[in-house]
T-cell receptor, first 110, second 110 residues
Framework: EDQVTQSPEALRLQEGESSSLNCSYTVSGLRGLFWYRQDPGKGPEFLFTLYSAGEEKEKERLKATLTKKESFLHITAPKPEDSATYLC???????????FGQGTRLTINP | NAGVTQTPKFQVLKTGQSMTLQCAQDMNHNSMYWYRQDPGMGLRLIYYSASEGTTDKGEVPNGYNVSRLNKREFSLRLESAAPSQTSVYFCASNINYEQYFGPGTRLTVT
């Protein structure tokens, strides 16, 4: 059964303090690993798709990386507007659906 | 281009009442999905539709029915609401394995 575990559950950083969020996954065959951002009271917003180990994607202060067992979302010099819950999801080959982790709630203090 | 829209935004039902949650997308996507999001449980798939005219059960389908009315619209029906169905419901559509979410419906069943 496909599984996704995100850690930590919550992370509080000071503005400018870089860190990483972890997403560990188990799938029989990975079609894709997805990162989303969710603000309170809103739907998840798509950030990145990673398809194979070694792949990296960047967007502003965020960089996502992928290995065969986990993905990291690195946040460099974060700002308060980066505060949100970050969700990781995987899709198995041949499957239509995504399996989501429970998310990491990130708070950036000014 | 509105993306994925959902109505209503909020709803309060009494146990045993029925209602339909509406979802529409204007991105010409083939696949559409219904999720529920509960604290500590993450996003869980209720039903999905890979293409117009087809629907399939997800992880938590009991107590729900769906209709893929046409390529744009995918509705979720609660025939006899129960307090356990209190949740936030998200609709999503999919292109190239990337899912795009609506703003959500917050449903409370008393």
């Amino acid at each position: 059964e496909d599984q996704v575990t995100q850690s930590p559950e919550a992370l509080r950083l000071q503005e400018g303090e870089s860190s990483s969020l972890n997403c560990s996954y188990t799938v029989s065959g990975l079609r894709g690993l997805f990162w989303y951002r969710q603000d309170p009271g809103k739907g998840p917003e798509f950030l990145f798709t990673l398809y194979s180990a070694g792949e990296e994607k960047e967007k502003e202060r965020l960089k996502a990386t992928l290995t065969k067992k986990e993905s990291f979302l690195h946040i460099t010099a974060p700002k308060p507007e980066d505060s949100a819950t970050y969700l990781c999801a995987v899709q198995d080959q041949g499957a239509q659906k995504l399996v989501f982790g429970q998310g990491t709630r990130l708070t950036i203090n000014p | 281009n509105a993306g994925v829209t959902q109505t209503p935004k909020f709803q309060v039902l009494k146990t045993g009442q029925s209602m339909t949650l509406q979802c529409a997308q204007d991105m010409n996507h083939n696949s559409m999905y219904w999720y529920r999001q509960d604290p500590g449980m993450g996003l869980r798939l209720i039903y999905y539709s890979a293409s117009e005219g087809t629907t399939d059960k997800g992880e938590v389908p009991n107590g729900y029915n769906v209709s893929r009315l046409n390529k744009r619209e995918f509705s979720l029906r609660l025939e006899s609401a129960a307090p356990s169905q209190t949740s936030v419901y998200f609709c999503a559509s999919n292109i190239n394995y990337e899912q795009y979410f609506g703003p959500g419906t917050r449903l409370t069943v008393t």
